[in-house]
């Protein structure tokens, strides 16, 4: 569809165009890893949320009487993995923190259970028994406090946000600072 | 016009096309040897694990994140095929207007006629009339009132302040009115508390040169602001090209939001000039005999939203639009809207109901062109609407929304618009979902009132019996994230037509032929899209949209021309896309898109590849090269089937664009 005149320029085309890219990356890339300030990931930003919730609920349950304050990971390898490098020498309150990978079955002794989307279709089935035991449940899918979540990551405008069911946290006995309800996205069950 | 709640974030799927070619392996060999010496480079901030885990929790949640990719929202319950274009899409697609914006839609077909002039359809119909697709700017919907259609090269937005696009293919009347029968394009932009600062993009190459600048600024504590100018100008060299083809646009705007407690507020406008170049005629070279066409207009919308302790919502939201076009061998018209519309959400229990009513005003006075004419030229139409709309959810994971529309027009009174969609979770990752919907295209002027000749002949003729064209449309689709990586959406649909447009034959009927309701078939396909998180850094993404038509025309009168008039659209359609962020401080993009041959007129079918490269030394700057069509000289991808129709050839585009956020 080209006639004679105009298909000689579109063959230069792509030479030079790929000369000024190469040029472009080879002066350039050095200087752009250099000053690079990064943005933090998804999963490192879930991760500090999930060890900073901690200093902002009690646990009115039994599970304020344990000398360690105990975070599990349900099915996010990622999280647990920042978290491992987080809680190491930092404490809340007086008491040290933990973090470990646990199934669904080793539910003993836990404050905050992470679980990751991929394993989202436990919630439902597990949901009576965590609140059962007080556990403050952290989820990141659309509709988990509707399923029993209490705290929900979502994303909004490029940014990891956090929805609360206060009906949750009331069923696991949880008491939740003023603090962390100003900062959530949404609080689900407001009076 | 108002979209009820259930906002949609579908699961996203665009195109990818890894790295191949020279370029590729040139890009590849430079940046392979000057990696190694940045490692010496230190001092690089990045956030780890343990210094985000000492900052606030207000600072946590004002971080933005790198990754959107990985989006967990993906997966919503709308019950429909929606496609969502995020900011970063379109940033990253290299893309200066809204309507190659678009191309990232897979369940668009989006055919450029010349510089500013596309065909732009869902599910087939596809023309410059674009008669079938509903497209709102910010709650504005933007087809003119004389032929259903948009006139492209007067619809634009600052790229770089759009939130995201939401394509939804399907029948939206029962929500947004007539008009909605295969698609709507809802073009949401930021709120002014999201744009704030200042931002500046600045590009040119061939055959486009784009610039834009932006100031957001706070009024009060609640109150923030923004203005926008941009200036775009495309002049081509191509030598197969419509008359008139070179064009050059200038638009500026602003828009306030308060956002407080209970109430939000949005006042916002636009006013926009365009002007192609001279048309020559071919007896005369060098002299202009059918001047230019030009375009301008001005819009200004203000928007209450009101959300009440019990749960109740109240949206009332009005808008002026004019819009002027001066085109002395098609005709000159200017068009003045008025809309204002009332939309009320109450929560029972599980269940929602949603309700409202509008009001809309037309009011256009026309001149004859060489060619065309309205009669009455001055003419001043209704359109008056109610809808109500329930979402009921029948059991945990089963949710039904059933509800009707009824619109008032002045050719044919009241139209009916309802539907009923359900939607099934079997768990929390996968929705199934199925839909039937009755859509109405009611008559515009240009069915009723448009006369088409030479002086003293009239050709065509508005039919002063024209009704509504009408669609059931039936759709069922999955939509489902198997894991974390990888996400995907399949519709299949089926529409039945009755009534649509067409013509006859003059050496059947003499003249002149009037505008009539002839032709009735059906038309099915499939969209589908998924998206495949390779790597942290590495997104694929795949589109695919098939579409069969099966139309008839009545055997009396005949019409040779009734069914290409329609429209022409490919039977089948890929996009490929890969996006891949090479370091922190480097990205490359690519693109394939694949349209099949348009049937009749017969187009060759085309590939066309498009990529982009962006380097962001710093936070607020990035520069970038883009090239579309890179490895084709040109293609043509549309010609229209009028008289006088000229098909252009599209060019390969390079791009260079810096992007300074101040």
């Known amino acids: 569809m080209t006639r004679g005149g105009n298909a000689r320029t579109h063959e230069r085309l792509p030479v030079a165009g790929a000369a000024i890219l190469a040029l472009c990356l080879s002066v350039f890339s050095c200087s752009a890893w250099a000053q690079a300030d990064g943005q933090p990931e998804e999963h490192r930003l879930k991760a500090a949320f999930v060890y900073k919730f901690a200093g902002f609920v009690d646990w009115q349950s039994n599970l304020s009487e344990l000398p360690t304050l105990n975070i599990g990971v349900l099915g996010a390898p990622e999280i647990l993995n920042e978290l491992a490098q987080i809680v190491p020498g930092r404490t809340v309150g007086d008491r040290a923190i933990t973090a470990r990978g646990v199934d669904p079955a080793d539910l003993r002794d836990l404050h905050i259970l992470f679980i990751g989307k991929s394993e989202a279709a436990r919630l439902p089935q597990l949901a009576a028994a965590l609140q059962e035991r007080g556990i403050l449940v952290v989820t990141e899918w659309d509709g988990a406090l509707m399923q029993g979540g209490t705290i929900n990551f979502v994303i909004a405008d490029r940014r990891v946000k956090f929805e609360i069911s206060l009906p949750a946290a009331e069923k696991s006995r949880l008491k939740l600072s003023s603090r962390l309800l100003a900062v959530a996205h949404r609080v689900v069950g407001a009076p | ?662």
């Open chain 2, 1 to 662: 016009m108002f979209r009820p709640e259930a906002r949609m974030t579908s699961a996203i799927a665009e195109s990818s096309k890894p790295l191949r070619s020279n370029i590729g392996r040139i890009l590849f060999s430079a940046f392979a040897w000057t990696c190694p010496m940045c490692a010496a480079w230190g001092g690089v901030q990045i956030y780890d694990a343990a210094s985000l885990a000492d900052l606030s929790l207000e600072q946590l949640s004002n971080l933005e994140i790198t990754s959107v990719s990985r989006r967990p929202e993906s997966l919503s319950g709308a019950t429909a095929s929606v496609f969502v274009i995020t900011n970063d899409d379109i940033r990253r697609s290299g893309a200066n207007t809204l309507p190659e914006a678009l191309r990232l839609a897979p369940n668009l077909q989006v055919a450029r006629l010349g510089s500013a002039s596309y065909a732009i359809s869902s599910r087939g119909f596809n023309n410059a009339l674009g008669n079938k697709l509903l497209v709102l700017i910010d709650g504005r919907t933007v087809y003119t009132p004389l032929n259903s259609g948009v006139f492209w090269d007067q619809q634009e937005v600052m790229l770089e302040d759009v939130e995201r696009i939401e394509v939804i293919s399907g029948a939206g009347g029962t929500t947004w009115g007539t008009n909605a029968v295969n698609g709507v394009i809802n073009v949401i932009t930021r709120s002014a508390s999201k744009t704030q600062g200042a931002l500046l993009a600045a590009g040119a190459g061939d055959p486009e040169i784009a610039n834009a600048f932006r100031y957001g600024g706070k009024l009060g504590t609640d109150g923030s602001y923004r203005v926008y100018a941009k200036q775009y100008s495309h002049n081509d060299d191509s030598e197969i090209k419509a008359q008139g083809y070179d064009w050059q646009r200038g638009q500026g705007g602003f828009r306030f939001d308060w956002d407080g407690d209970a109430n939000d507020f949005t006042l916002q406008g636009d006013y926009y000039e365009g002007k192609s170049e001279e048309r020559e005629q071919p007896i005369a070279p060098g002299f202009s005999l059918f001047g230019d066409t030009r375009v301008s207009g001005m819009n200004m919308l203000g928007r209450w939203d009101r959300r009440f302790d019990n749960g109740q919502n109240l949206r009332v939201q009005a808008y002026y639009d004019r819009a002027e076009r001066e085109d002395e061998l098609a005709f000159q018209d200017v068009m003045e809207v008025f809309d204002i519309e009332l939309q009320h959400g109450v929560p029972f229990g599980r269940h929602s109901l949603l309700w409202g009513a509008g009001y809309r005003q037309a009011e256009d006075d026309t001149e004859p062109g060489l060619l065309v004419s309205f009669v009455p030229e001055e003419r001043k139409l209704h359109w008056l609407n109610a809808f109500v709309q329930g979402k009921f959810n029948l059991a945990e994971n089963v949710e039904l929304t059933a509800g009707t529309r009824f619109e008032r027009n002045d050719y044919t009174g009241w139209e009916i618009l309802p539907s009923v969609r359900v939607g099934w979770k079997p768990s929390p990752s996968q929705l199934l979902w199925g839909a039937v919907s009755r859509a109405v295209r009611a008559p515009s002027r240009i069915d009723r009132e448009f006369f088409f000749g030479f002086p003293g002949v009239t050709i065509i003729a508005g039919g002063p019996d024209f009704r509504s064209e009408i669609a059931i449309v039936s759709e069922i689709g999955y939509r489902a994230q198997p894991t974390e990586n990888f996400s995907f959406s399949v519709t299949a649909f089926h529409h039945d037509y009755e009534y649509l447009r067409s013509g006859a034959d003059p050496d059947v009927v003499g003249v002149p032929v009037f505008v009539q309701n002839n032709i009735q078939g059906s038309v099915r396909g499939l969209e589908a899209w998924a998206t495949w998180q390779v790597a942290r850094s590495w997104r694929l993404s795949v589109g695919l949209n098939l579409l069969s038509e099966d139309l008839e025309q009545d055997p009396f009168p005949p019409d040779p021309d009734g069914l290409r008039n329609l429209g022409n659209n490919p039977p089948q359609q890929y996009l490929l896309r890969s996006s891949w962020d090479i370091s922190s401080a480097w990205e490359f993009d690519a693109m394939l898109r694949r349209v099949g041959e348009l049937p009749d007129p017969a187009i060759e079918a085309y590939t066309a590849v498009d990529v982009r490269l962006a380097w962001k030394p710093r936070r607020d700057l990035e520069l970038s090269l883009a090239a579309q069509n890179l490895f084709d000289p040109g293609h043509i991808e549309y010609v229209d089937t009028g008289l006088f129709a000229v098909p252009t050839e599209i060019e390969r585009r390079v791009f260079l664009k810096l992007l300074w956020r101040m």
